[in-house]
């Protein structure tokens, strides 16, 4: 379209729309409650804005549209649809009969601490929504948020600042997760001589005790590597190896693995 937005009567686009549904400029008049010659005046104007293109034609059906007519009705009907909608008084939500799609962001951890708890409810309150989890770091978070793509995020996120309705779940202090029925006590003596599994999660905050660790000149040896909690949870339960993690998390692998917490033997923040 070669003339500039600014000066286009939006009225011609309603013209556009309707030509496009109904082949007629006849029919398209009385849709917008204009006369037939006001009808006509306007899609002379809307050729003359679109370099002259004829954008509708006269054929056996009524009036065809051109490449570029079919274009611009096809957008004209978008955006007024979107316009429509935003005007639209919002339907209030009944969490009993909504079958929606929810999608939450959280890491491994939140996926074994929050759904088994989150899925009961839903059952009880929501039963026909659905839940998908997605696993973003927490830099992207806040992205996907604004484009709709996530719902509600947990966990450790501090790139989500000002604009965002934030609510603080709970604190927790790190635990040493170690395999059910490990001998003696685990003073830092030990804590040190000990292998160590440690977890690279970057969508967390776990990099934060890894930090105050050396900070503190505490030299574990890490025997094991793994990118998520759950695996490491899992060997822990099969290994003797030691893992700092979440309270929280202690909790919920100790109700279905061999495994077992201990106070971390330094301090953390």
Sequence with gaps: MSAHLDGLDLNLLRLAAAL?????VTAAARRLGIGQAAASNALSRLRRACGGDPLFLRAAQGMAATPQGERIARAASAALAAVAESF?????????STTRRFTLRMTDIGELVFLPALLADLQTLAPGATLRTVALSSGDTPAALARGEVDLAIGFLPELREGWYQQRLFEQRYVVLRRAGAAGPLGRAAFLRAGH?????????????????????????????????????????????????????????????????????????
């Design 20 to 24: 496009h549904e109904t082949g007629s």
């Design 88 to 96: 639209a008084a919002p339907a209030s939500f009944d969490p009993g």
């Design 197 to 269: 599994l440690a977890i690279e999660s970057p969508g967390t905050g776990h990099r934060i005790v890894e930090r105050a660790l050396r900070a503190q000149g505490v030299r574990r040896r890490i025997v094991l590597q793994v990118p998520d909690f759950l695996a490491a949870v899992m060997l822990v339960a099969r290994t003797d190896l030691l893992c700092t993690v979440p309270a929280k998390l202690a909790q919920a692998a100790a109700e279905s693995l061999p495994v077992q917490s201990a106070p971390v033997p330094v301090e953390l923040p």
